[in-house]
């Protein structure tokens, strides 16, 4: 059974630094991994997807990576600002199957300090 | 706009009362899922559907049905709410599984948040 986890649970940060958020996956069998971001009492907004085949995916100040043989990824976020405070999850799924199921990590919950 | 809409957003019954969340998507995707997330346990799927007639158990689905009777159409009914299904309810969708080199990113909708008393 796939199992996702995101350590540490939540981060604070002052403005302006790089951050590293990790995510890792029992079972590297799998077609994709998304990061998603969660804001209070909100939905979620999809960030980036990285196809298994792939090792980075970028948009604007957000690179995320995928090393799929060591169950690892990472979304790295330069220059953080106050907006950038909210969840952030990863999940992954399945190589196999009709069900396009995503197993969610816990999210990890950071604050950006102005 | 390319979404996914749930109503209600907010919601407050009682033991025991039917009710139905409604979800409903403008992308074409044939695949739609509901999840619940709780405190301390994240997002478990309840149900999800491949396409329209075609629906299958999640995770949790305990308590729960669900129809599809149109392709943007997937309501997540509770047909005898109890304390325990108090959560907040995520509808998603996304192009069909394929197996092939594919980008397919899953929208998720606003949440609905359910109180049961």
């Known amino acids: 059974k796939q199992e996702v986890t995101q350590i540490p649970a939540a981060l604070s940060v002052p403005e302006g630094e790089n951050l590293v958020l990790n995510c890792s996956f029992t079972?590297?069998?799998?077609?994709?991994l998304q990061w998603f971001r969660q804001d209070p009492g909100k939905g979620l907004t999809s960030l980036l997807l990285i196809q298994s085949s792939q090792r980075e995916q970028t948009s604007g100040r957000l690179n995320a990576s995928l090393d799929k043989s060591s169950g690892r990824s990472t979304l790295y976020i330069a220059a953080s600002q106050p907006g950038d405070s909210a969840t952030y999850l990863c999940?992954?799924?399945?190589?196999?199957?009709?069900?396009?199921?995503?197993?969610f990590g816990k999210g990890i919950t950071l604050s950006v300090r102005p | 706009e390319a979404q996914v809409t749930q109503n209600p957003r907010y919601l407050i019954t009682v033991t025991g009362k039917k009710l139905t969340v409604t979800c409903s998507q403008n992308?074409?995707?044939?695949?739609m899922s509901w999840y619940r997330q709780d405190p301390g346990l994240g997002l478990r799927q309840i149900y999800y559907s491949m396409n329209v007639e075609v629906t299958d158990k999640g995770d949790v689905p305990e308590g729960y049905k669900v129809s599809r009777k149109e392709k943007r159409n997937f309501p997540l009914i509770l047909e005898s709410p109890s304390p325990n299904q108090t959560s907040l309810y995520f509808c998603a969708s996304s192009s069909p599984f394929t197996g092939g080199p594919r980008q397919e990113t899953q929208y998720f909708g606003p949440g609905t948040r359910l109180l049961v008393l």
């Open positions: 992308m074409n995707h044939e695949y």
């Open positions: 999940a992954v799924r399945p190589y196999t199957g009709a069900n396009s199921k995503l197993t």
């Open positions: 079972d590297s069998a799998i077609y994709n």
